[in-house]
């Protein structure tokens, strides 16, 4: 008998794949104004495994919540990287798991 699956904290909650839900924070260099910002969310956004995405132009971040089963931070870096800026990990946190 399976133990009943832990509360999803995602907003979306469709993911796909098993993998644990993560919230991971980009630090982003090379943003202009705000559509920089909105193209970088769109992309990120439309990237297989991101539930969630928002990106700042003024604090200069990116906060992804992502299935780790479906995409890898190195993914989400070199797509940030592909649109032309440039891309470093802050902190992270691991959803559903709690190590403290």
Do not use: W
């Amino acid at each position: 008998m399976r133990a009943p699956p832990a509360p999803d904290f995602r907003a979306g909650g469709d993911a796909e794949g098993g993998g644990e839900g993560m919230k991971a924070e980009f630090h982003i260099q090379g943003m202009h104004c705000e559509s920089c910002a909105a193209d970088i969310k769109e992309t990120l956004e439309e990237t297989a495994g991101v539930e969630r995405a928002e990106v700042t132009f003024g604090g200069k971040t990116a906060n992804v919540t992502f299935d780790d089963g479906v995409v890898q931070q190195t993914t989400l870096i070199k797509k940030i990287q592909d649109l032309g800026y440039q891309a470093t990990v802050g902190d992270q946190q691991q959803g559903a798991t709690n190590n403290g």
